[in-house]
């Protein structure tokens, strides 16, 4: 399928949506603090659940600023509780912070991209691994510049 160009937030959730369900073996997501692609709604949760519940299913959530994830998203929260084995959630370094686009790759054939969080344009890939291929290659090279885990647990007595 082609790529399509998506010019509002309206087509950039119903696309996540849309992709969510397709992913068989990891579902990639790089953002500054998640509200380019929120995933705390309870039907995104419940695809996220069910995604983790099958086996050899990796989720990998790399963001630039955790902190209102952390205490705003109990949901998924949770779920990274429940599905530490498959779920790895980190924060991306401080060399990084000058990152303004966002994406959500899906296995290694479709992806979401958010050209710059500010704006409300992206696009969509479904079903081509080789238009995927370039983004796939800039989350690992993302992933190399030494991101921390994030504690999903609250510190404390």
Request: aromatic content about 6%; proline content about 8%; charged content about 20%.
């Amino acid at each position: 399928m082609p790529e399509r160009l998506l010019t509002s937030r309206t087509e950039l959730d119903a696309a996540l949506l849309q992709l969510l369900p397709l992913a068989q073996q990891s579902i990639r997501i790089f953002d500054g603090d998640l509200s380019s692609f929120p995933l705390e709604s309870p039907e995104r949760i419940a695809l996220l659940q069910e995604f983790l519940r099958r086996p050899n299913t990796r989720l990998t959530l790399v963001l630039q600023h955790p902190g209102p994830s952390q205490t705003g998203c109990p949901r998924l929260v949770q779920l990274a509780r429940q599905h530490g084995h498959a779920f790895t959630w980190l924060q991306a370094p401080e060399s990084l912070a000058n990152l303004q686009d966002a994406m959500v790759l899906i296995d290694a054939e479709h992806a979401l991209l958010r050209f710059h969080r500010e704006q409300p344009r992206g696009k969509c890939i479904e079903a081509d691994a080789r238009a995927c291929h370039p983004y796939a290659k800039r989350f690992e090279s993302i992933l190399a510049e030494g991101c921390s885990t994030v504690a999903h647990t609250p510190l404390g007595l």
